[in-house]
């Protein structure tokens, strides 16, 4: 589903890389979070798969899309593939929580029929149907978080992308997206969220990979746990990749265990 192999990232004026040879490979409905320290290098790998930015060198393929391949002209149309999750919400402040769910089935070129049919049943997934007619002024912290998440799941993407989904929220309220989250994964959409809380990663115990210094540190592909001061319980070092893209793979995850197929909307 996404895949990273010796992808480096150098940004202009920067004398050390914020990725150093990142090879990563994540399954279909996998739940995973990544995790570190700031300047670690998750935003920057964020920043590859939603193509917001190019790897000075590697390769990265997400969904089955090579996106060496993706000219400027189509970034737009690939990332109506992905549902992104933003830690500032980035909600439209004079539209209705019905408004802004509304308008992201409007952009993929939905009919207002359909439109109609299938925004009652993402905020009745999301917990909002009785908020639908407020604007995000009027919202609580977690009510924009949760309108922010049924913006991104109405196309009902494959991939969903959280950036720090739950900060500036209370420890009550952290839980509740991240259980909504669980409960969007259990649909068969894949989770990669990035995040400082401990308490949650270590709670949920899914897959866990760890960034430090642009290096991928650690990866606990089961039970993982982040510790609080930030180290993984076991560290070791990108070991230097045999040439030629195939060979160079990393080793697919252990299959999760097999969920019932159901339908985001049903």
Request: hydrophobic share 35%; charged share 25%; net charge positive.
């Amino acid at each position: 589903m996404i895949l990273l192999d010796r992808v480096t990232k150098i940004y202009s004026g920067d004398s050390k890389p914020a990725l150093d040879n990142v090879s990563l490979h994540i399954e279909p409905n996998e739940f995973v979070f990544l995790v570190g320290k700031s300047g670690a290098g998750k935003s920057t790998l964020m920043k590859m798969i939603t193509k917001e930015e190019n790897p000075s060198s590697g390769k990265i393929i997400v969904g089955g899309i090579d996106l060496d391949y993706v000219k400027r002209r189509h970034i737009p149309h690939y990332r109506r593939r992905l549902g992104v999750v933003f830690q500032d919400f980035k909600l439209l402040p004079r539209r209705t929580v019905y408004e802004n769910v509304a308008f992201a089935l409007e952009i993929a070129g939905l009919r207002s029929y359909d439109i109609k049919k299938t925004v009652p049943k993402i905020l009745d997934l999301v917990g909002l149907s009785d908020q639908a007619k407020k604007f995000p002024a009027q919202l609580s912290g977690g009510q924009k978080q949760r309108t922010a998440i049924a913006r991104s799941v109405a196309r009902q993407p494959k991939i969903l992308i959280a950036d720090e989904p739950t900060a500036n929220l209370d420890k009550a309220t952290s839980k509740e997206i991240i259980d909504l989250l669980q409960r969007i994964n259990d649909f068969g959409t894949t989770i990669l969220v990035t995040t400082h809380n401990e308490n949650i990663v270590n709670n949920l115990q899914k897959r866990v990979i760890t960034l430090k210094d642009g290096l991928i540190v650690s990866d606990q592909k089961n039970h993982g746990i982040y510790k609080l001061d930030g180290e993984p319980e076991t560290v070791y070092s990108n070991a230097p990749k045999a040439p030629g893209f195939r060979r160079s793979a990393p080793e697919p995850a252990e299959p999760p265990a097999k969920k019932q197929k159901r339908k985001l909307i049903m």
